[in-house]
């Protein structure tokens, strides 16, 4: 079974998280949307709103599960089966930031990583910015998957 960590802190999960997954559902089994907890970052939701909201999303899904970690993403990778770490990328720097953190992953545990480039139209969406827009009042519905429920 081809498993595959998607990390991430998700606050929130935008359009292009979506496509990320939907697009690693082609050629991997299954899925778990790790939702990374750092106590450095201040976040919008809380972690667990931001388990329930993906998990409402994919319910109904057996290839994708949901789950809040601590620590580093590969330890978590490992301690669920998974071979690989899936990831986005939007730009040079996020791939540069990426290549180091995938060598490390690959020496420590030989954990693969597979980077997904952002579909075009959606490269300058970021959870972020989608937080800004939210603090200043904004709809930001368009930068999120259809059926995702914030306000659960």
Not at 49 to 63: D, F, Q
Not at 135 to 141: A, E, H, R, T
Request: with cysteine; proline share 4%; glycine share 6%.
């Amino acid at each position: 079974m081809k498993r595959a960590i998607f990390p991430g802190t998700f606050d929130p999960f935008t359009i292009g998280h979506y496509s990320v997954v939907e697009r690693a559902l082609t050629f991997m089994d299954e899925i778990i949307i790790g939702i990374g907890v750092n106590e450095k970052k201040h976040t919008w939701f809380p972690t667990e709103k931001r388990v329930r909201m993906i998990e409402k999303l994919y319910a109904g899904n057996p290839r994708i599960r949901v789950e809040a970690y601590n620590g580093l993403t590969v330890d978590f990778a490992c301690m669920r089966d998974a071979r690989f770490i899936i990831r986005g990328i939007r730009t040079v720097h996020d791939f540069e930031y990426e290549e180091t953190i995938a060598d490390i992953n690959r020496k420590l545990a030989g954990i693969e990583t597979i980077l997904l480039f952002t579909e075009p139209e959606l490269t300058a969406i970021s959870s972020t910015i989608v937080r800004e827009l939210l603090s200043y009042g904004k709809d930001v519905s368009s930068f999120l998957p259809a059926d995702l429920d914030i306000n659960i």
